[in-house]
């Protein structure tokens, strides 16, 4: 239905004299209402080569210039000014931008339903059938706020198969708008209890609520909370054993500096697994560990006689290591068991430091030498050479031994530096072995092996679960980065290791709610290589997937932002966050930031692959909603409880 013509034309935008037939701001056309009198609504415009360009209504004004009869049926005082958005051409296919423009006083129409339905891609089934299952290809987002009331349907595989992004201040409704998007999609028939994998770091606790009603109970979901004994509300117990960590994450959660405590925290590690391959293993692996021990005791008393001191010196220091290394096997029962014929050698290094004025007279020397030709020393350097290797399973309660027999080492070494250069470290091995917010990190719940974790993640009462949820909202931000960074690079990894097809089966997609915690801008952040900004880069060819929320896109790491090719944005007011989300996006404009701020709760622009022009729309309000509400306070204040 035709409305109007243009009168004015230049490369950005047209001015269109309404007709004096129309009149208010909206028409009836087969039986549906139009409103093309709004700002943001749409309008269409046929070129010379039978393009239908469509535009966008952005100014609406009444015309100073008004005379009371034109040519071309032009009467009215009105006037719209558009700005041309895309094409559709005659092969009803929509792109954005516009070739050919129309000619001074072209007609002026309304932009219909079927017109919308070419433009976004939905005039296709929204489901095909394959092998006698239903297979869908959209979802319902929400409704259009450009041409009002009209559902916006967003291609499934579209959203899903790159990563995406949902921005916003906090209340805004990014909450809302993710809950809604995995609720829609879960509730499809024939969704695939193997097919899909979504996990969401639930950092603020609110997702756990909009999964619990009725409409929900065909999603199979799995709860998890850090430092719980047992089942509480719904929560199982999450654990992330320590030995997990690969030694970037130690370094990392330790606040370890590269040149000096990074080095010392590989070698505790490896004298970790050591110890414990001494208190667990059958007898030939403890005595093979046992003499690799006996193997550096010596070594430690060599380099403590080679230092240019005094005797009186050397042996008070050989004397105070021997001590100390007794106390190390004695902390621990079973390597104190597995280590009685060693004990029985060191403590006849013991009585060999003696001093009879002022000298040894190389009784300890002697002593050393004999309690060495003990040792096998190919099977003690058999043990050197074998490293631990990421994933192998140790007890955390060596880590403290470890690190004291490597001060020793160095302190026989004469670097009497070590214990101040490593005390920040050392002081945050004691904050995970004593508190308690650490303790799903030092206890492991039967979890051995890499294989073994990633398996029991994903498992709801003998069942693959569809929707993973971990509650991480009581965990201070270096431990909710630790968490994080190690399951998303552990699940990475193991993605990483299909080949061929099994690459594009079973995908995964991580929801990182408020991701600026620990996806951050600068480098700030533990983790020298943040695993998130390498699954941005690289996650695509292993369908492995990213959703980012967050409401300070402005500290988001450049190069995870960069990567998302759909963006659904809600209102942001901070001018820092729009200027930098108008340097990271391509074709942004002035039109869009103004969206954006004046946006309601609830209310999103979204834009890219999902979609085939940017569009304004109220989501769909997620049933039940998240527990994201603002308080009522003075519902609070003046209601007696």
Known sequence: MKIGKIISINYSQLKVKISSEIRGSSVNLHGNIYY???????????????????????????????????????????????????????????????????????????????DMRLILRTNTNESVQTEGNQIHQSFSLGVSKNLINYPIDVSIDSFFNIHSAVLGNSGSGKSNTIAHIIQEIHKKENHSATGSRVLIFDVNGEYNQAFLNDKNTNILIKYYKPNIKEEVDGYSPFYLPHFLLSLDEWSAFLLATDATQRPFWDKVLQESYRFYKIGTTSNEEKNKFVNYLRYRICNLIFSTLRQADSDTARITTAASILGSIISIIKSNSTIESASSDLLEDIGNLQTACTITYGENKDKLKQATEAVFEKTDNAQAQEVINSKIKNGEFFDHRFLKIAAELILLEEDARGNRQIRGYTATMLTRLDYFLDNPDCEFMRESNGIDSVKKYIAELWVNEQENSQLVIIDTSELSPDILETLTSVTSRLLFDERKKLIGNERRENPVHLVLDEAHRYIKKHYDYLLKENIFEKIAREGRKYSFYLLVSSQRPSELSETVLSQCANFIIHRIQ????????????????????????????????????????????????????????????????????
């Open 574 to 641: 901070n001018e820092k966050d729009m200027h930098y989300i108008q340097a990271i996006l391509p074709y942004f404009s002035d039109d869009f930031t103004n969206k954006i701020k004046q946006s309601i709760p609830g209310e999103a622009l979204a834009f890219g692959n999902c979609v085939s022009m940017p569009l304004h729309l109220k989501i769909h309000e997620a049933k039940p909603s998240p527990n994201s509400k603002n308080c009522n306070i003075p519902k609070e204040w003046f209601n007696l409880h």
């Open 36 to 114: 093309f009198g709004n700002i943001g609504s749409y309008l269409k415009i046929t070129n010379a080569v039978e393009e239908i360009i469509i535009c966008e209504v952005v100014s609406i004004f009444d015309s100073d210039l008004h005379q009371e009869k034109l040519s071309f049926d032009v009467e009215s005082n009105r006037e719209l000014l558009l700005k041309p958005i895309g094409t559709i051409n005659k092969e009803d296919e929509f792109a954005l931008g516009v070739g050919v423009f129309p000619s001074l006083y072209s007609d002026v129409s309304i932009v219909t339903f079927k």
